[in-house]
């Protein structure tokens, strides 16, 4: 198909890789799954109405969130 991963760059040792100016920008790029995830997590997980007063409360409710998403798409897997 023509199609061209593009890695991070690992700073734990190996080379790095220069990209070229187009690859950059794509690279900045968010993709269509990670932005229906998000869409997800806002609309049906409730991310989008986050009241909480200290931040390892909001990180928690987050996590139940993405566990929840995760979780309903292993059982869509599934059956």
């Known amino acids: 198909m023509g ?3 593009i890695n991070d760059q690992n700073p734990r040792g190996g080379g790095i890789i220069d990209f070229s100016q187009a690859q950059k920008e ?3 790029e968010p993709t269509q799954q990670e932005q229906r995830t998000d869409c997800r ?4 997980f409730g991310a989008r109405h986050l009241r909480v007063k ?3 409360k909001a990180i928690s409710h987050l996590i139940f969130g993405v ?3 995760t979780a309903e798409k292993i059982f ?3 059956t």
């Open 76 to 78: 869509r897997l599934v």
């Open 3 to 5: 199609y061209l991963a």
């Open 26 to 28: 794509r690279y900045k």
């Open 67 to 69: 566990v929840a998403l």
């Open 54 to 56: 200290c931040s390892g």
């Open 41 to 44: 997590l806002k609309n049906e």
